[in-house]
């Protein structure tokens, strides 16, 4: 049992560091000790863990996964480039998004964690879906997303041919062919929820493989630039030209004329259309594609 004395953190980030691996090699959980009832978990509620209804937390999950996953892992464990989550003391602390939201909403773009414009409601799902991961890792209960493949693959495969019209771009005997085999399902995902994955935001061109996020930049006196978007935020924009030129402009507002083009831009329209159902059903039919 936890002490509620001064400074419990480091004794939960022990408790919760030996529990998460401990969990997925012995489900009997022996001789492991019981986190639940620690002062911490995030619940906002004294030694409570909130209960939060499933609907929280789907959209939290789906919210996790497509905009934070890549960079903080499908679970929020860490992983590419982002910090465990579920043992951030931050997260732990927060009451409603208290602290997360601020991370949230202003970044740490000098370390690598951009920022996003996301509704208090957006912000307080993903909260409620980050708590529910520390109670399940702390409870033994089954981790949220360790089932992700419950959808039905031939409704997928309608929905890739037809309402998600990804057949329009892909093709899955060309460049999707075995795309199952290649990627886990919680990656797989992932993959086109937020293809440009690996973590590095929207931006880094790094990450844009062949196909770069492009960007037209019309000077107040009418000359026009236009590239390989390389840097873009609320003061800058910088591109590199088809000579292989480096330009690079100061933004004030809306001068100069900015447009981004890019190619993955049907993606994330698509972001706002998916059912949670469809989601599933796309993954279950990906999946297939070995
Ligand atoms: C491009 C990668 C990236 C993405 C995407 C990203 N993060 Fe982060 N995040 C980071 C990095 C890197 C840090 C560590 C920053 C630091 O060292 O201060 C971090 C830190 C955090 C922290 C603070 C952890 C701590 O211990 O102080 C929170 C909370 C957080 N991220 C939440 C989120 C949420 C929620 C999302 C999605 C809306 C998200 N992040 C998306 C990279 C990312
Ligand atoms: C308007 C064109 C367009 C549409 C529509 C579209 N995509 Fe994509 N998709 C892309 C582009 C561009 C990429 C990036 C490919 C790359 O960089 O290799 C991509 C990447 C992906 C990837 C990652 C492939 C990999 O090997 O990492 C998957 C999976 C994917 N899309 C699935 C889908 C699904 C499922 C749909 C429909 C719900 C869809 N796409 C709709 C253009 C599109």
């Known amino acids: 049992m936890l002490k509620k004395a001064v400074g419990p953190l480091p004794a939960i980030v022990v408790v919760l560091a030996a529990a998460v691996p401990l969990a997925a090699q012995a489900p009997d959980g022996r001789g492991r000790a019981e986190p639940a009832r620690s ?6 509620a004294g030694n409570q863990y909130t209960v939060y209804d499933d609907a929280t937390l789907q959209r939290g999950k789906a919210l996790f996964t497509a905009q934070c996953g890549f960079c903080h892992g499908a679970n929020a464990k860490g992983g590419e480039g982002g910090p465990d ?4 003391v931050p997260v732990l602390d927060d009451e409603n998004g208290n602290l997360i939201g601020p991370i949230v909403l202003n970044g740490r773009p000098e370390r690598g964690m951009p920022k996003f414009s996301l509704t208090r409601e957006q912000i307080s799902d ?3 879906f980050l708590h529910e991961g520390i109670r399940a890792a702390a409870q033994r209960a089954t981790y949220p997303l360790r089932d992700i493949v419950t959808g039905n693959a031939a409704a997928g495969r309608a929905y890739f041919n037809g309402t998600g ?3 329009t771009c892909h ?7 075995g795309i199952g085999g290649k990627y886990d399902p919680v990656t797989l995902q992932g993959k086109f929820l937020m293809p440009r994955g690996g973590g590095r935001g929207p931006f880094n061109p ?3 493989g062949g196909n770069p996020v492009t960007v037209t930049v019309t000077l107040p ?8 978007l390389q840097r873009i935020d609320d003061f800058d924009v910088a591109l590199t030209d088809a000579a292989g030129e480096y330009h690079s402009f100061p933004r004030k507002g809306d001068v100069p004329a900015v447009v981004v083009h890019d190619p993955l831009q049907a993606h994330f329209d698509l972001l706002r259309k998916y059912s949670d159902a469809d989601m599933h ?3 279950a039919y990906l999946v297939t594609l070995k």
């Open 85 to 88: 989550l579920l043992r951030a």
């Open 221 to 228: 006196g009418g000359k026009v630039f236009e590239g390989k």
């Open 165 to 167: 019209k990804c057949s």
């Open 39 to 44: 002062t911490r978990g995030g619940a906002g």
């Open 126 to 128: 993903i909260t409620a």
């Open 206 to 208: 790094a990450e844009t």
């Open 281 to 283: 059903n796309l993954t």
């Open 171 to 177: 093709s899955v005997t060309g460049d999707l062919r």
